[in-house]
Structures are given as structure tokens and as C-alpha cells.
């Protein structure tokens, strides 16, 4: 019975911590849907890969969201078109590189100022190498959720095969094959009753290209619409995952965790999990990996950190709504490993 009350006791509380960084998250991608010109934004971020990847993991300094709020901001980025490097950067950096968590961090290690230093340069180094391999990928279509994919402005659809053969050899086949057969749905229109085929895109609601003309009315209307339904869709799917994590903390023997602090190694492991299973909110979780400073070495809390944030399990259920399983899967896997290698070596050489 006590275990019962402590899980509900500790869902709870991350509901209460992450709920209004959602909320924040939602209405200022849906500021930014409707109140940005999103041609403009796009022209301003740069083309090159690795230092677009840089500017998106120093973006959240401007914005600060946690790992909440960073996966519906970084989703409206891909819808409009900003570059791939950019998006990344921006969700594995921004619950990390803002001046809250700078904040929490220095007023939780106040006496050791390297933790905070150190977790600002990891966390910007990581989401920027992440974002540079990511921007490889030209076509995101195998890598994002169809839903996202319909709605991305700037990304082309896959062509098919008869596409890549030319424009001619398209044309050719389209008029060997009679109206009615063709693919599309048709009305009746036109002169003397000639079926009009409806475009894909006429029929799918896609949000206009810009929204910066509309009336100060309407546009706040679309933003509490459209803030709702993030909410809504977000929302639940951070519930479940605050369920997982209050089960896993209950369940964890925590002498267990203890005693396994005390490896250059294994300690590093153990907070890495435990970073993704607790799933603390960043703008305090400084003060949860204090309580473990007399046991773990600076590189292990450092491991939690700076991981944490990036991934954990609510996190990773927020993040299936943008990318497919196997995206999310190869993003854990990489900051993990980066996290790993940089962690190991201060515990190793440093401290």
C-alpha cells in the first residue's frame, strides 16, 4: 500500500512539473505556426549542415522549454520547413542550453562550477554532432511519421518510379490511360461534362503557407485551436510515460543503485539509465543528481545530466509522434554513446 501511494504520489508530481512546460511548448509552436513567416524563417537559418546544427542547439537559450515543450516546438520546425540539423539540434539541446536550467544547475552546484560549465559544452557539442549526422538523411520522408510528413511544406514526397524516367515518358502513360481509370477522384465539370480531377492537395487540409495577414482575431482563434489539439495529442502521451517512470522509481531497490556508484564505469551506466527512467524535468533535476553527489563521480552526474534531458521514457513516447521507432531508436543510441565516451574520459583522466 505504501508503494502504491509513493507511485501515485511521485506521477503526480512529474505531472504537476511537466504539465505547464508542455503547455508552454504548444502555444509557442502554435505562435509560431501562425504569427512567423516560416519562407522567411527558413531563409535565415543556414545552409550549412554542421553550423545549422549548431544554431539549433543554441535556439532553446532564446526559448526556454524542457524536454516537455521542446518536442512540439521541434516538430512545428520540421512542418515549416526548417532544416533538419536545425530541428535536432534544437529538441536534443533545448531542454539543456536555456538560462533556467543554467540557473538550477548553478544554484544546485554552486560549489562546483565545472558541473555546470561541463554540462552546457556536452549537451552543445552532442545535439550538435547528432544534428550533423542527421542531416544526411535528404529525404525525411522514411524517417518521419506519415501524419508529420503530410503537412511538411518544404520536404517532396518520394517519387515514384515512373517519375524519375521524365516528365515525357509521365505524360505518355497518363494519356494512354483513360480518365476515369487514371489515379484521383474526379467530379463532373468543365465543358460538355469532362470529369476534373481533384488534386491530392486541394482535398488535403494543409495549413496555409503564410498566416501573417490574417486578422489578430482569427490568428489568435487558430492558435488556441491549434494549441488544444497538441495539447490533447501530447498530452496523453505524456501521462503514460510519467505512469512508466513512477512505477520504475518505486520499484528500483535503491541501495542496489548505491552501491554500484563507485565504478568509473558501472556509475556512468547507472545514471544513464536512471536518467531515462526518472525522467525528471530539467529544470530541476540538478537537485535530484546533488542527492547522489557524495556516492557518483562528477562524470556519472554528468552522464545524468546531460542525458537525461535528451531522453528519457517521456521523452521517447513524445518523440514517436514526430519520428518513426527506428528514428528514435538511432537518436537514443547516439547521445547515449556520445554521452558515454565523454563521461568516461573526465572520470578517467580528469576527475
Known amino acids: 500500500m505504501n508503494q502504491l501511494n509513493n507511485g501515485f504520489t511521485i506521477f503526480l508530481s512529474l505531472l504537476v512539473e511537466a504539465m505547464p512546460f508542455l503547455l508552454l511548448g504548444v502555444l509557442f509552436s502554435s505562435l509560431l505556426l501562425f504569427f512567423v513567416d516560416e519562407r522567411k524563417l527558413v531563409e535565415k537559418m543556414p545552409k550549412n549542415p ?84 542527421f542531416s544526411f538523411q535528404k529525404d525525411l520522408n522514411p524517417i518521419i511519421q506519415p501524419a508529420i510528413a ?73 492558435v488556441v485551436d491549434n494549441s488544444v489539439q497538441e495539447f490533447r495529442e501530447l498530452g496523453g502521451v505524456m501521462i503514460l510515460g510519467s505512469a512508466i517512470a513512477a512505477a520504475i522509481q518505486v520499484l528500483a531497490p535503491r541501495e542496489l543503485i548505491l552501491s554500484l556508484g563507485a565504478g568509473p ?10 536518467a531515462v527512467v526518472v525522467s525528471i524535468c530539467s529544470t530541476v533535476d540538478s537537485f535530484f543528481a546533488l542527492s547522489f553527489a557524495s556516492t557518483f563521480s562528477s562524470g556519472s552526474l554528468l552522464a545524468f545530466l546531460v542525458f537525461g534531458p535528451m531522453i528519457d521514457i517521456k521523452s521517447v513516447g513524445l518523440m514517436l509522434s514526430i519520428f518513426k521507432p527506428k528514428t528514435v531508436f538511432y537518436l537514443f543510441a547516439l547521445a547515449a554513446q556520445l554521452t558515454f565516451v565523454l563521461t568516461l574520459f573526465l572520470n578517467l583522466h580528469v576527475f
Not at 80 to 99: D, E, K, M, R, S
Not at 265 to 274: G, H, K, R
Open 150 to 222: 503530410r503537412y511538411m511544406k518544404f520536404n517532396p514526397p518520394a517519387q515514384p518510379e515512373t517519375k524519375r524516367r521524365g516528365k515525357r515518358y509521365q505524360v505518355e502513360q497518363q494519356e494512354a490511360i483513360p480518365n476515369i481509370l487514371q489515379s484521383g477522384t474526379y467530379i463532373l465539370g468543365g465543358k460538355a461534362g469532362v470529369p476534373l480531377r481533384i488534386d491530392a492537395n486541394f482535398v488535403q487540409p494543409t495549413a496555409p503557407i503564410s498566416n501573417t495577414n490574417k486578422p489578430l482575431a482569427d490568428k489568435l482563434r487558430l
Open 50 to 133: 554542421l553550423l545549422g546544427a549548431l544554431v539549433g542547439s543554441m535556439i532553446g537559450f532564446l526559448f526556454p522549454v524542457c524536454e516537455c515543450g521542446n518536442v512540439p516546438v521541434a516538430r512545428r520546425f520540421l512542418i515549416q520547413g526548417v532544416p533538419t540539423p536545425v530541428a535536432i539540434g534544437f529538441l536534443l539541446a533545448a531542454p539543456t542550453i536555456n538560462p533556467i536550467v543554467i540557473w538550477s544547475t548553478w544554484t544546485a552546484f554552486r560549489d562546483q562550477p565545472e558541473i555546470v560549465v561541463l554540462r552546457v559544452i556536452f549537451s552543445l557539442s552532442i545535439a550538435t554532432i547528432i544534428g550533423f549526422v
Open 265 to 274: 564505469i558501472s556509475s556512468i551506466v547507472v545514471m544513464l539509465i536512471l
